[in-house]
């Protein structure tokens, strides 16, 4: 049993505590209140001057692509990948595993204790990059969820990407199944889900997009996919299929509570009802969209529909700071942005970060808040240093911080993964190099 007590809990399913404890047993959360823990056996944590929130829940990421970074500084999103497409097909199994052995270090120290990764080009001769990152998660000791994304509609075919970065339809859906069969955790506790992910509306074929969900639903395994990030790609679904991206999802059945999309930017309010309706997740990604110039999501439009909405820091190379931590403050200066002081709490951007996280994941019986019985995720930051010292509530002054406070103590079921600001499971300077060495292999 490991109590952590004396700290600010912000359980984020309604109750917070000025002095509260949080008690683990095992990888579950035995008990969550004010005051003093139970008398139990085990470590005692202070956690005075500390903030104890659920780990933050990452629901967008392309973890390679910390090997491409300050790229294409000033493009659009199209200028930007049609550049970087032809580099990521240098990529293989070692340097998509130091990438993503480095992006998750990094992110777990920006409270991170879930990952989603959308991996979407695997060159012919790259090796098994599935393994290559799951291998990594473990090794970092995070919760992680990879996506087996996909692209099959090469230029030559009037898609986006140089046809040597795509797939043939046939070996794209038995690898997606083979990673199911190989990976997916279905159970409570799991470390390791998959997801079917076919990568965007052009770079992807119709008949893929079928096929995919119609695997993901056979297997019972969430689907994930971009959308409507720019207004680039609503021109293209208009010209290609006469409707906007939402509609064009839709008739492909890619609308349901099995689905979490990347981005929604560009929504009319017809598709926020579309989405409200059937249960339809987003993962916003506030920093990318504003580094590619995308647009502002309509976050509080989406969550005053019930929309589930997560957070997600995006690829390493269109986040660039890769800080899930960060996100909070960049969803609440987009949305006041566009909607006045009042758009969006600090709460409610927790609660993105978090519950919100898990819900798109369809884990929220099982993280994203602080509960007993739930698995022991659990981000402990610093909120009496330099930096945060005399702020009068923490929650706030945490989601403003850019990510800047001092993390504790970060747990991912039930084992410490970060203590004192520091990764406890890997060495961060050897994950550095690793990555450094990489990158310019792919560069080169
Ligand atoms: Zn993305």
Redesign the pocket.
């Known amino acids: 049993m490991i109590v952590i007590e004396n700290a600010y809990v912000a359980t984020v399913s309604g109750d917070e505590y000025e002095s509260g404890h949080v008690a683990i047993d095992g990888n579950r959360i035995a008990s969550v209140g004010p005051g003093p823990a139970p008398d139990s056996p085990g470590p005692r944590i202070d956690g005075s001057g500390c903030l104890a929130t659920p780990g933050l829940v990452n629901t967008?990421?392309?973890l390679y692509q910390w090997l491409t970074r300050g790229l294409v500084q000033d493009g659009t999103l199209f200028e930007w990948l049609t550049t970087l497409y032809p580099v990521w097909a240098r990529i293989d199994a070692e340097s998509v595993h130091a990438a993503a052995a480095a992006n998750l270090g990094w992110l777990a120290l920006s409270g991170c204790t879930t990952s989603t990764d959308?991996h979407y080009v695997f060159p012919r001769e790259g090796g098994d990059l599935l393994e290559a990152e799951i291998t990594a998660a473990a090794e970092i000791g995070v919760r992680f969820h990879p996506c087996r994304g996909s692209m099959d509609l090469g230029r030559s075919q009037g898609g986006l990407p140089p046809d040597e970065v795509v797939e043939d339809r046939d070996q794209i859906l038995a690898a997606t199944e083979a990673a199911i069969d190989r990976w997916h955790d279905p159970s409570f506790d799991a470390m390791t889900r998959i997801a079917v992910a076919p990568c965007s509306p052009f770079s992807v074929t119709g008949d893929l997009m079928r096929e995919s969900a119609a695997l993901a639903r056979r297997k019972g395994v969430r689907l994930h996919t971009?959308l409507a990030?720019t207004l680039d790609e609503e021109e293209f679904c208009r010209e290609q299929f006469g409707l906007t991206p939402a509609e064009y999802v839709e008739d492909l059945g890619w609308l349901g509570d099995d689905v979490w999309l990347?981005?929604c930017v560009h929504l009319n309010d017809d598709a926020i009802k579309r989405f409200a309706d059937t249960g339809t997740g987003v993962a916003h990604?506030p920093t990318?969209n504003g580094r590619l110039g995308a647009g502002s999501a309509r976050v509080r439009e989406l969550l005053d529909a019930a929309v589930p909405v997560g957070m997600?820091v995006?690829?390493s190379a269109?986040n660039e700071a890769n800080r899930l931590a960060a996100e909070l403050q960049a969803a609440l200066l987009v949305a006041r942005l566009r909607g006045g002081p009042s758009a969006l709490t600090a709460r409610e951007s927790l609660r993105l970060a978090t519950l919100g996280g898990a819900r798109c994941l369809g884990r929220d019986a099982e993280l994203g808040s602080l509960e007993p019985g739930k698995l022991a995720d659990i981000a402990v930051w610093r909120v009496d240093g330099l930096g945060a010292a005399g702020g009068v509530d923490p929650v706030w002054t945490f989601a403003f911080s850019g990510g800047a406070l001092p993390l504790e103590l970060l747990i991912v079921n039930g084992e410490v993964v970060v203590e004192h600001g520091e990764l406890v499971t890997a060495d961060a300077g050897a994950l550095a190099r690793n990555v450094a060495a990489a990158s310019e292999r792919v560069l080169a």
């Open positions: 967008h990421h392309h959308h971009h990030e990347a981005h990604c990318s997600g995006d690829g269109s």
